[in-house]
T-cell receptor, first 113, second 116 residues
Framework: KQEVTQIPAALSVPEGENLVLNCSFTDSAIYNLQWFRQDPGKGLTSLLL?????REQTSGRLNASLDKSSGRSTLYIAASQPGDSATYLCAPQLRGGSEKLVFGKGMKLTVNP | GAGVSQTPSNKVTEKGKYVELRCDPI?????LYWYRQSLGQGPEFLIYFQGTGAADDSGLPNDRFFAVRPEGSVSTLKIQRTERGDSAVYLC??????????????FGPGTRLTVL
């Protein structure tokens, strides 16, 4: 059974810092991995999708890396801003018929001005 | 273009009642998913549709939960004899999923269900 872990559960940083958000998963048989942000009381906003054959994917200040064999993904946020404050979730998408995403509990990020 | 929409945004019901939650996916998306998110947790998979058929319903917690997608577009999640433990945010997502290739899942804003 796929299990996803994000450590730490919460992070508070001053504005301007470069951040590293970690995600680990137990089953490496995945199609891809998505990173999402969730603002309080809202749905999920897709940030990046990284295919299993890729090692990196970039969008603006965000960069996601994937090491499938070791079951790890990392989301880098450059020059963090207060507007980046949200909960960040990673979700690998399983192989083997179902296209469901498996989520961890996420990491709550607070960027202080 | 329009994203995934869900109605109602909030639903308060009494224990034992029947509820229906609606999801309108992005136009042209063949794949549709339902997830449930409890407070402080990540979303948990409930059911996946490819077109009109439920391709994977392994996440439905019991037979009180049922979902349909009769025309391959709008989907309805139905919960019978609601229990307090059903209280959660129910999220719907859709993706293009063309030719068996996986694609980004786009989520709706969710329906917050409260069972009193």
């Amino acid at each position: 059974k796929q299990e996803v872990t994000q450590i730490p559960a919460a992070l508070s940083v001053p504005e301007g810092e470069n951040l590293v958000l970690n995600c680990s998963f137990t089953d490496s048989a995945i199609y891809n991995l998505q990173w999402f942000r969730q603002d309080p009381g809202k749905g999920l906003t897709s940030l990046l999708l990284i295919q299993s054959s890729q090692r990196e994917q970039t969008s603006g200040r965000l960069n996601a890396s994937l090491d499938k064999s070791s079951g790890r993904s990392t989301l880098y946020i450059a020059a963090s801003q207060p507007g980046d404050s949200a909960t960040y979730l990673c979700a690998p998408q399983l192989r083997g018929g179902s296209e469901k995403l498996v989520f961890g509990k996420g990491m709550k990020l607070t960027v202080n001005p | 273009g329009a994203g995934v929409s869900q109605t109602p945004s909030n639903k308060v019901t009494e224990k034992g009642k029947y509820v229906e939650l609606r999801c309108d996916p992005i136009s042209g998306h063949t794949a549709l998913y339902w997830y449930r998110q409890s407070l402080g947790q990540g979303p948990e998979f409930l059911i996946y549709f490819q077109g009109t058929g439920a391709a994977d319903d392994s996440g439905l917690p019991n037979d009180r939960f049922f979902a349909v997608r009769p025309e391959g577009s709008v989907s309805t999640l139905k919960i019978q004899r609601t229990e307090r433990g059903d209280s959660a945010v129910y999220l719907c997502a859709s993706s293009l999923s063309v030719g068996g290739l996986t694609d980004t899942q786009y989520f709706g804003p969710g329906t917050r269900l409260t069972v009193l």
